[in-house]
């Protein structure tokens, strides 16, 4: 008997993938490996439920991979370190989130020789992009099929497909799409289709518990987050979900990102990603005391450029690492600790407590005294300043060409 080929398929329990499962295995015959990539959006118990509904559809074995350490460590603390908010508002919580599921994948599929990998994103959206040139680029040998896209599949046609192979389950469609992660959680829906609307509070998965006002603070370390309201936390994963925790509580992170797709169209999702959003202002603020004019200037384009990059599955290319050798080399000074308030909706910068504030020298105190340099030396160097300008404005003068 001739031996099945081997398929690793991304499978998230949804319906989509819920199909593959079953389609791979009873129409194109294959020997079905389910995996799922954890970055940090799913629960023991939720990971349990997965493991057991791939068994149920026939999968030969489940595996669930925990790579919330690798997404730290090989992107959000670069984006954190760049203050990455793609359009200065999302930041890029599923879009980074995506490369390094499908990394886990490909590489999960290698280890157990794969004959092929799958996956259940359809031919809308940025996911089939950064799933499949992942896989390509990783390993171009294995063949990648995606049931969902190349059949332009129903819902309809997926939940009959499945009944009438005897796996009854309820498959109703939520109302919103919910993507929950470390790095934030995006949400879809029909309002989001339309330019015009915006979400209800209830489609929120994080509601507000709390009123009034609190205080919060944030350590940063050489750029990374070490404690939040003076606890110093070991594992910085461990500090992200406090922040989150803390600031979800007062529905603060939340808004709706309109952007390019990959393939070209606009695209509009919801999003709350309070610890993100709390720990990026931190460090932007903190670094406006620490690092330089121009330190803070290259900083903003690169962090812009890394983001885009991340967000269009260029991972990986090289030019990747750069971006974050020079963002990893900015951050030497950039510690101290940020003191915020809280509040429902909103939350306000205080100030921040660092060793390396550039506001605390002995050359002068802004708008009030100057101590090393005299009023002289500020007229001579105006005057120089001003030269280029004085030479431009004369020329134009002289050729009537000012109005």
């Known amino acids: 008997m001739e031996k099945k080929k081997k398929v690793v398929l991304a499978f998230s329990g949804g319906l989509d993938t819920s199909f593959a499962a079953k389609y791979l295995s009873e129409d194109l015959g294959y020997e079905v490996h389910t995996a799922i990539a954890n ?55 599923v879009s980074s989130e995506r490369i390094f599921q499908a990394i886990a994948i490909i590489e999960y599929a290698k280890k157990i020789g794969a004959d092929a990998v799958a996956h259940g994103s359809t031919g809308a959206g940025n996911d089939q992009v950064r799933f499949d040139l992942t896989f390509q680029i990783l390993a171009p040998e294995i063949e990648i099929i995606t049931p969902t896209r190349d059949m332009t599949l129903t819902r309809e046609y997926e939940i009959d497909y499945l009944k ?12 919103y799409s919910i993507n929950k992660g470390l790095w934030g959680t995006s949400i879809g829906g029909k309002e989001t289709l339309h330019s015009e609307q915006t979400l209800p509070e209830s489609a ?26 003076g606890k110093t936390y070991a594992d910085k994963i461990d500090a992200i979900r406090e922040v989150e925790r803390l600031g979800a509580r007062y529905g603060i992170g939340r808004d709706m990102h309109i952007g390019d797709t990959i393939i070209g169209i606009k695209g509009r999702v919801g999003f709350e990603a309070a610890g993100p959003i709390l720990i990026i202002a931190a460090h932007k603020m903190l670094e406006k005391h620490t690092l330089t004019k121009w330190q803070q200037y290259w900083k903003d384009q690169i962090g812009t450029w890394y983001g885009m990059f991340l967000h269009e599955s260029q991972y990986l290319e090289p030019v990747m690492r750069d971006m974050e050798a020079f963002l990893e080399n900015s951050q030497r000074n950039v510690s101290g600790t940020v003191e915020i308030i ?48 004085k030479i431009y404005h004369n020329v134009q003068k002289r050729n009537g060409a000012e109005e």
């Open 39 to 93: 970055t940090g959006g799913f629960s023991d118990e939720e990971l349990k439920t997965i493991e057991e509904k791939a068994l149920r559809l026939g999968a030969a074995s489940h595996a669930s991979l925990d790579v919330t350490g690798d997404y730290y460590d090989k992107s959000i603390r670069y984006m954190i370190a760049g203050n990455v908010l793609r359009n200065g508002t999302y930041p890029i919580s």
């Open 164 to 175: 009438k192979h005897g796996i009854e389950a309820d498959f109703k469609k939520m109302e």
């Open 342 to 389: 809280l509040r429902p909706y909103s939350y306000t910068l205080v100030g921040v407590d660092s060793p390396f504030d550039l506001m605390k020298t002995d050359f002068g105190e802004y708008g009030e005294v100057n101590k090393a340099w005299s009023a002289d030396d500020v007229k001579g160097f105006t005057k120089i300043l001003g030269n280029q300008m």
């Open 204 to 229: 929120y998965p994080s509601q507000i518990t709390e009123k009034g006002e609190e205080h919060m603070t944030i350590t940063f370390e050489k750029g990374e987050i070490s404690a939040v309201n």
